[in-house]
Every structure is written in C-alpha cells, then in structure tokens.
C-alpha cells in the first residue's frame, strides 16, 4: 500500500470512529440525503449503463438484482472491465490460490455462488484503502485500536475463508499482522499455525469458529483472541453458545458480501447497519414491519456502482433501541436467504403462509432433547430431512418439535421423508434450511 493509500486508510478510521456524529435521527438523514445525491450526481455520468439517469434523484432510478447486475456487468462498472475479463482474472487467483492479480489498480474477486451463478465485484486500491480503515474502525475494541495507533506489538488478525483478496489482504501492514488460512485445505490443518500466530482477532465463517471452539476445550488450540467475529454465514443459536464456551468471549458478526460492508455488532453486541457508507431501502415482508428485504445505494464505491442493488436477505428488526449511541438501524438478526422461507397452507384458506428461518431454528433450538446438525429441504408438500446422526429418536424429535411449530401456526403439515445426512465441506456455506418447491397455492 503506498502513502496515499495508508493516509487514506487512516482518514477513514478516524472519521468513522470519532468524526461522524450527529445529534438525532434526523440529522443523520439529512446528511445521509445529501451524500446519495453528490454521489449519484458525480458518478452516475461515468457508467454507461446509469448515464441517462445522471441527475436524478435515488427514487427515480431501476431497483436492480443479481442477474441484473450480471447481464449489465460491462455498462455498471465505471472502468470499463467486462464480465469475461473479470471472471477470468478471479477464476485465476480461484485455481491457483495465489489472489494477489488484479487489472493494474483494480481488484476483482468472485462471491460464493451459494444462489447458483457466481457474481463478480471490482474494487479500487483506494476503495480497498477506505474499506480497511472503516473495518478497522468497526472492529477494533479501545485496547487494540490503542495497540493499532501508538503500540509496540502488532495487532494479529486470523482470516478463515473460502478465498482472499486483495481487498483483505489491504489489512496487511507492519501494524497488523493479517494472516489468511484457506478453508478449501480444511480447518485442522491450520490449527499449528493460528497456535503460533495467537491471533488478537479471529474471522471465520459460524461453523467454523465452532469447530475451532471444540479445539479450544479440548486443549488442541490453545489461544486468547481479544474479539472473535462470525461472518459469511447465520450465526445460528447452537454455534452462538458454543464459540462464546470456547472462547470466552461473545461472538461479534459482520454483514459483509459483494454488494458492500453493510452491517457491524457493536460493543453492546446488537448488529447495526453501516448505514454511514450504504442507505438501505427496506422492502418489508410483513404488515407489522419486523422482516425486510434490504434494497442496497453504496455511497462509498465508484468503481462498481451498487445503486438499489435488491438483496436476497432477510433482516429481522431489533424492537428495543441499542443504547450504543449508534444510528444505524439495530437488528436482531440477518435471517438468511428468501429461498430459507419454507411455505406451507392454512388449514383455514387456501393462501400459503411463511415459516421464516429463525422461526424454525427456535423451534429446533427448542427441542426437548440437544438435536445434532440437520437439514430440512421444501419440495413442494414433502420435506426431505436429515440429521446428522444414525439414532431413530434424533429424526423422530426434529420432526415432532416441527409438527409442534406447524400446528401453533394452524398449517397443514407436509410429508416427511427422511434422507441421508451429508455434512459440508469448510470451505461451502452451510445451509440448513431451504425451499427447493413452493406448494400449490390451495395445498390440498
């Protein structure tokens, strides 16, 4: 990272932790108004695809998705790099596992694919820089940031992921020792070296840092990160209670993926949106407004435009404020994907009901007895079910506590079908809950 980079980087951090301060709510969103509105009117003339809407308002132009974002790849982009010239170089670092490649200032990385086709995103060094110092800022607890500005000792960061990136690896520094180890190699293969680096900050994927955590109380990984953080997947109830065993420590999350850094947990431990650097445009799936899909504007990147960009998520509000002082919107959760919603009929009308992820996983987490891993697959009105052990009763108690679930919700129960447990590689995202087929409307 040269010196304009690093100076860059440290702007951030210092005006994202100290400087952004505002008196109410409303403040914030007159200020957040009129940052949307430099950003669209300065950058929207660069892309070809945004062009014709250059001095419009954020209202006036088309929510867009992934296929959207794909098809259109070539005009969306501001430097002119197409979907093939991306792809190629991400595929290249994917294969040999060096992701160091880019196209000259631009890095180019590939999302997980857990939807079906891979999307691409691009970054600039100066994107990169600017992310850093807002991560930092985000992260980093008073002792360690301290340790960061003025200390002696370098802050050690432990990155378990599918991939790197030039974007994360912007991290590295004399200051901050960031080591990524490649979940495509496994997990226990990487427990000498993460015993050796002692990390201050430990990054991984919820299954995984479970796994780490059964190391820890085994006596197999014996280290003392300072912050612990999931991200990539939910943060499920059971990988929750065991990490914070493990560790002895709360598990902090971050809400970061292709479309920009969206969500941190604050030092109260209460997930809020990064709504400093992205407005999110609720799309609400439920007359009380508890569930919504997030429409993405990120006012930070120029190189990639992310304008109303429609998530897949589900974001479940926090229905007490966060004391925190923090005015991005608190949640309770990031749920999951839209296609985690399994649907079933009323037993009173022919209309299909929702049962949405966290729904279920409470009702699991619920259970009489400590259920293993499992997975629950929607084919229409038969739902396929596995669990992760051989014993009759495990499926029997699954299925029981959902029947349970469906009858407090008056819903016509499926057909269960039980199938064989496969288990998940550490470097795929797991997936517990998924509608493959939506039942016919009436259900009968």
């Not at 294969?95 to 631009?106: A, E, K, Q, S, V």
């Not at 598990?251 to 850094?261: I, R």
């Amino acid at each position: 990272m040269n010196l304009v980079n690093i100076v860059h980087l440290c702007s951030h951090l210092v005006r994202t932790r100290w400087l952004l301060r505002f008196r109410d709510r409303k403040d914030f969103d007159d200020w957040q108004q009129r940052q949307i509105q430099n950003f669209l009117d300065k950058h929207l003339r660069r892309s070809p695809f945004y062009r014709n809407y250059a001095g419009k308002s954020l209202e006036a132009l088309p929510i867009v998705d992934k296929k959207t974002m794909l098809r259109h790849f070539d005009e969306m982009n501001t430097v002119g790099m197409t979907l093939d010239e991306a792809t190629a170089i991400a595929l290249l670092g994917e294969t040999t596992r060096d992701f160091t490649p880019g196209n000259g200032d631009i890095t180019v990385g590939l999302s997980s694919g857990t939807q079906g086709t891979r999307g691409a995103f691009l970054v600039s060094s100066a994107e990169r820089a600017r992310w850093a110092g807002i991560m930092m800022a985000r992260v980093l607890p008073d002792d360690l940031l301290h340790r960061l500005l003025v200390g002696v000792k370098p802050i050690k960061v432990a990155f378990f992921l599918r991939a790197s990136s030039n974007l994360y690896t912007t991290l590295k520094s004399r200051r901050v020792d960031f080591r990524f180890y490649d979940l495509l190699q496994g997990v226990d293969v990487h427990l000498h070296g993460v015993t050796e680096q002692a990390p201050d900050i430990l990054v991984a994927p919820a299954r995984i840092l479970s796994r780490l955590a059964e190391h820890m109380l085994n006596g197999r990984l014996p280290i003392k990160p300072r912050r612990v953080i999931a991200v990539a997947e939910v943060l499920e109830a059971d990988d929750q209670a065991l990490i914070a065993k493990g560790f002895g420590e709360p598990v902090h999350q971050l809400y970061q993926c292709t479309e920009g850094f969206l969500g941190y947990t604050c030092e109260r431990g209460v997930m809020h949106l990064n709504e400093e650097f992205v407005h999110i445009e609720p799309q609400w799936l439920d007359a009380e407004r508890t569930r919504f899909v997030p429409i993405v504007t990120d006012f930070s990147r120029t190189t990639q435009l992310i304008v109303r960009y429609r998530l897949d998520d589900i974001l479940r509000v926090r229905r007490t404020p966060c004391g925190c002082g923090a005015l991005g919107l608190a949640l309770d959760a990031v749920e999951g994907r839209c296609d985690d919603v399994l649907w079933l009929p009323e037993e009173t009308s022919a209309g299909l009901t929702p049962l949405y992820p966290d729904m279920m996983r409470y009702a699991v987490t619920s259970a009489r007895i400590c259920l293993p891993d499992y997975r629950i697959e929607q084919h229409g009105m038969e739902w396929h079910v596995a669990v992760a052990d051989e014993e009759l009763h495990s499926y029997e108690t699954l299925v029981g506590t959902v029947q349970a679930l469906l009858a407090r919700h008056r819903l016509i129960a499926p057909a269960f079908h039980r199938i064989s447990f496969v288990g998940t590689d550490a470097h795929v995202k797991r997936r517990r809950i998924l509608c493959a087929e939506r039942p016919v409307s009436n259900g009968h």
